[in-house]
Every structure is written in C-alpha cells, then in structure tokens.
C-alpha cells in the first residue's frame, strides 16, 4: 500500500481512495493522518513528525471526551489533588460530563458545544454556580489536553461561562449571636461552637483540629489540616488552599472553653490504657472519635430552634464571624488573613453587603474630624 520513507519517518498511501500516512510515536504506536492529495499529506505528515519530535502528541480524532477525562482523572488529578477535589470532578465528569458530551470526539470539542450543553443544565434546574462549578472542571481538564497537544484550544475557556448570582448568606446579629452563645452554654460541644463563631474556621478546619496546633500561652490556634469522610472514613487531609494553613489569635472566652475542653480529654484518657483519643483532635464524641459533620450540623440546627433564632447553615457562622469583625471596622485584609482566603477580592466581594455599616461609621468619624476642625478654626 505504501511508498516506504526513511526509518521513523513515516509512510504515504492510497486507502479506500484516500491518502494516508501512518508514522510512530516514541511509545511505537502508530498514527494516522490523512488527506485528499498526497501532497496534502505529506504536508500533514511532515507536520505531525515535527510535533512528535517536539514532544506534543497529534490530534487523535478516535479520542474521545469520555475517554480523555477518565484519562484525565486518572493521571493528572488522583494522587495530586485533595480526595474531595478529586470526588467532585469525578462527580462532574461522571453524572454530567460524559452523559452530554462523552461520544465527542476531544479534537472536535467546540466552544458552542460547551455552550449548549450549560444551557442545558441550567434549563434543567441546576443553579449557575453549579454550572459553572462544572466547566471549571472541563476547563481544567482541557487545560492539560492542550499542554499535550490533544486539541488546538482550550474550548471551556471561550465558551462563555453562566451568570452567576452571588450566594445569599444570613450571618447572625450582634445580638442574635449573644442569644446563641448563651443558649449553648454548657452544652458538650459549646467550646466547638464557640470557637467556630469567634475565628471564622470552617466545619472541616475545625473538625481537623488537633491539640499540638493549640497554643495556650500566647492564645493561638494553628490550622494544618482538616477533616473529611472519605469512603464513610474520617481523613484528615490538606487544608483547602495554601493560604488555608494559618496561625490566628483566639479570643480569652474561647480559649478558656478549649481548656476545659483539654482537661476533660486528659481525664478520659485517664480511665483507659488505649489511646482514647487516637488523632489529637480538639472536638471528639464522647468516646473519643472523629465528630460527624452532618451531626455537627444537627446539633447546630437544634441550639438555633432552642434560642428561637432563624435556621442558618453552620458555614455561616464563618460569614458571622466575618460579618461582626467588619462592622467594627477590622481592615478587610485582616479578615482575609483570618478566613484564609487566597485573594482579598474573594474576602471583599462576599461581603460587600456589610461595608455599607462600615462606610457610615467611616463618614460619621469624617464628620467628627472636620466639625471639630471647622469648630476650632472659628474659635
């Protein structure tokens, strides 16, 4: 069939009345290209040679979506990313991904096929973020599919992505926030409330906490991990992000709760010769295991209904937390160091709502200064 060339160079032919031109790739298997004339392919062959010699693999139109994000999963994202990370894009890929764009083949991806398919999900009740939460996955994956030359662009990235609406939050009050303290008061996991309340961690940093990130002396507590339910397994893994790994100053009434919090495990571990508590985790069961995050939550709920306040998401006492510290004028990067946010826009645009507090009491102390100026001045 073919015009021999020389060794690893390739070869031009006529199959089924096309030209076509197969060569090999450094782990000796064959690729094809082909064309309408054999200029044409030889033109085409000469190109793939070059990429192969470059170290970029040619586009395969027999790849697939669904075969490159299984790939994808695979090798570039398990072992590499957090197991929650690598849950939710395997969530992604499994449930929405390969059902709607899975036969495609990946050298074929358009922008407007990404398109269609967030319009689709958006029309079938699934929230913006969600639907963008999704082509972030796709648009990383593509990312690395262009790094190794599997397509020409990256095709999550031009498609537009939805618009999002802000997530609405309900961080407690001043006064609500009292009325939950003291309707917590001595109850078994009040020190992990009120921890959550006055630092902002999240449920996870929170539930991964261990005693030796516990400085009593100069009152700070130190995030290193934090704790998820990996296969029904409580793991402690990475924390969320790099700056999610910090050092923060705990409030007196906070710090005296996790004394006695420190006290009681002492004494527990007292009556057994067994580690009782086996991972050094501040907030354990009773018997000394890992807290369940949804329990958590429960409990949560529960001490809500008790102070007669509204029903709110454990997540937002962090936005409490936040929220109270903004409107006594703490400098927005301050916050950001305490939430662990990467960026100060990330702290900024979530709450944006509260600055207008901040920004009265800014002109009112304006007001101040230049009455008692002007006053002054006329003296």
Known sequence: MSQKRGNGEGSIGQYKGRWVARY??????????????????AQKLAAAIRNRDAGIT??????????????????SVKGRNRPSTHMAYASHVR?????????????RLTPADVERFMATKLAAGLSPSTVARIRATLR????????????????????DPPRNQPRE?????????????????????????????????????LLGLTWDGVDFP???????????????????????????????TVP??????????????????????????RLGLVFTSVTGTPLDGSNVTHVFQRMLSQAGLPRIRFHDLRHTC???????????????????????SLTMNTYSHVMPEALDDAAALMQDILTDDWKSSLS
């Not at 090999?24 to 392919?41: D, F, I, K, M, S």
């Not at 449930?95 to 050298?107: D, E, K, Q």
């Not at 936040?322 to 100060?344: C, D, F, N």
């Open 24 to 41: 090999t790739l450094p782990n000796g298997r064959r690729r094809a290209v082909y064309g309408t004339t054999r200029a044409e392919t």
């Open 169 to 205: 939050f309900t961080p407690l009050s001043r006064d609500e926030a009292r009325a939950f303290l003291e309707t917590i008061r001595g109850h078994r996991l009040e020190a992990l409330f009120v921890v959550a309340l006055t630092t902002g961690l999240r449920q996870g940093e």
């Open 218 to 248: 100069r009152r700070r507590i130190t995030v290193r991990q934090a704790l998820q339910r990996i296969g029904g397994e409580p793991t402690l893994v990475e924390p969320k992000t790099a700056k999610s790994r910090r050092t923060i």
């Open 322 to 344: 936040a929220s109270l510290l903004l409107a006594q004028g703490t400098h927005m990067r301050v916050i950001m160091e305490q939430l662990g946010h990467s960026q100060i």
């Open 252 to 277: 007196p009434v906070a710090m005296e709760l996790l004394r006695s919090q420190h006290d009681w495990h002492t004494a527990m571990q007292s009556t057994t010769d067994e580690p009782w508590n």
């Open 95 to 107: 449930v929405h991904l390969v059902p709607a764009l899975g036969s495609t083949p990946l050298a």
């Open 140 to 159: 990383r994956a593509l990312t690395v599919a262009l790094r190794q030359g599997m397509v020409v662009r990256n095709a999550a990235a031009l498609a």
């Open 58 to 75: 040619a586009l395969d139109e027999r790849t697939t979506v669904e075969a490159f994000l299984l790939q994808w999963l695979e090798l």
